[in-house]
């Protein structure tokens, strides 16, 4: 699923292959699929977007791997979500 659209913003040749080659260099570092990056931001999106606007030109999720003091690896995830305004939410 493509985002820009996901959001109702219009995307270019240069957006989708952008996100399309960031995809790819995520997929060679953590050994997994961009579908399931893919996954990932769609519902870290669903979630969020309850309680706030998004800017999603700014968007950013990503997955790398980072080396411990031990000289072990970790993924860990980096989500970078500009927020517009938060919305009130009645619970």
Do not use: C
């Not at 969020?48 to 968007?59: R, W």
């Not at 791997?65 to 970790?74: L, Q, V």
């Amino acid at each position: 699923m493509d985002l820009f659209k996901a959001f109702g913003g219009k995307s270019n040749s240069k957006d989708i292959a952008k996100e399309r080659l960031q995809l790819l260099l995520v997929h060679d570092r953590i050994d997994t699929s961009p579908r399931f990056l893919e996954m990932i931001k769609e519902d870290i999106l669903n979630v969020i977007s309850n309680y706030v606007d998004i800017d999603e030109k700014g968007l950013r999720v990503e997955i790398t791997k980072e080396r411990k003091s031990d000289d072990t690896f970790i993924s860990a995830l980096h989500a970078n979500i500009p927020i517009k305004k938060m919305k009130q939410v009645i619970r």
